[in-house]
């Protein structure tokens, strides 16, 4: 479904284990593997002696103690999270509770628009609706540690409080979801919106870093390449969907089958709301009509 992306599936890393991923950078995986979520999340420490978390990751008893082993004997200061769902941001407590560190993100969960009537009942169980930043970032705000330098970058799309965290002296960027090596994220309403996704990737084509560690899978390497990458398979997508239209396909299911050929069953119902994320932004776009909101058993047309 994604051929068209030079995707890198292999991550060499064990659950638990503690990697120097990069000069100045650790990682260590979460065992919570899925379609989603690869072989797990990662989260990642910056620095050495006062140092940063980038994505405490799940609500993992192993997981939490595994990387508050990773950093005994130094002084975890900051907390950043990417993003609010349930495989990165929930352990944060925890980790601020054992190190006293600041949580700094770019806000609590919500979504990417007003809800249409009835959907709220959607909403997804992977929100972490509880978190709560100490303090909230601004796109383009500079957190000076010790020894490290991290720049906040609004990246909002597969959620709408995604930030990519550009560390400088590494010259690479913590990418969150917003772009991984061995997939493209979801990108589903209401939570996520194409058109801030479309919007976040080519703020990062512009950007110079040439690697990128993603919060799941490996590295990102020819980053700005990468994201080219991802920016003309979306482009495609919208093409291959305005063609199924035009042959007459009105609705999401029929056009999931024409396009996700060999699908994981599992992934049927994200692969739909991934088509409906693409169908609100053509909509928005004045190229797709829609009879009423935009919604997953809507149907459309051409304009
Ligand atoms: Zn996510």
């Given amino acids: ?32 593997p899925s379609p989603f979520t690869f072989k797990g999340t990662l989260s990642y420490v910056v620095g050495r002696g006062h140092v940063a978390v980038i994505d405490p990751g799940p609500l993992d008893d192993n997981h939490i103690a595994a990387l508050l082993d990773a950093v005994r004997g130094e002084t975890v200061t900051h907390i950043f999270v990417t993003h609010t769902h349930r495989d990165h941001s929930p352990a944060a407590a925890r980790i601020k509770a054992a190190t006293g560190a600041v949580v700094l993100a770019q806000g609590p969960h919500r979504p990417a628009r007003a809800l249409h009537a009835g959907e709220a009942a959607r909403l997804e169980a992977s929100n972490d609706t509880e978190f709560k930043p100490d303090q909230a970032l601004a796109d383009g705000q500079i957190v ?24 400088k002296e590494g010259n690479l960027l913590f990418s969150g979801d917003h772009v991984m090596a061995w997939s493209t994220p979801v990108v589903a309403p209401p939570d996520g ?12 084509r512009a950007r110079a870093e040439p690697i990128y560690l993603p919060g799941h899978g490996g ?3 020819d980053a700005p390449r990468f994201v080219e990458h991802y920016i003309q398979h979306r482009q495609r997508r919208d093409a291959a969907i305005l063609q199924h239209l035009a042959k007459g396909e009105t609705d999401i299911p029929s056009i999931v089958r024409a396009i ?6 599992r992934l049927v119902p994200a692969a739909g709301r991934s088509v409906l994320a693409h169908l609100e932004d053509l909509v928005a776009r004045g190229r797709v009509a829609s009879e009423g909101k935009p919604s997953i058993d809507a149907h459309y047309r051409l304009r």
Wanted: hydrophobic letters at 45%.
């Fill in 1 to 32: 479904m994604s051929d068209d992306i030079p995707f890198d599936k292999t991550l060499d890393l064990a659950p638990g284990v503690v990697e120097e991923v990069i000069p100045g950078v650790r990682r260590l995986l979460a065992d919570n």
């Fill in 144 to 167: 000076e540690g010790s020894g490290w330098t991290i720049e906040a970058v609004a990246t909002p799309g597969h959620t709408a409080n995604h930030m990519a965290f550009a560390f």
């Fill in 219 to 221: 590295i990102v390497r």
């Fill in 193 to 204: 919106s194409m058109r801030d996704y479309m919007a976040s990737l080519e703020k990062l």
């Fill in 260 to 265: 996700y050929i060999g699908l994981d069953p």
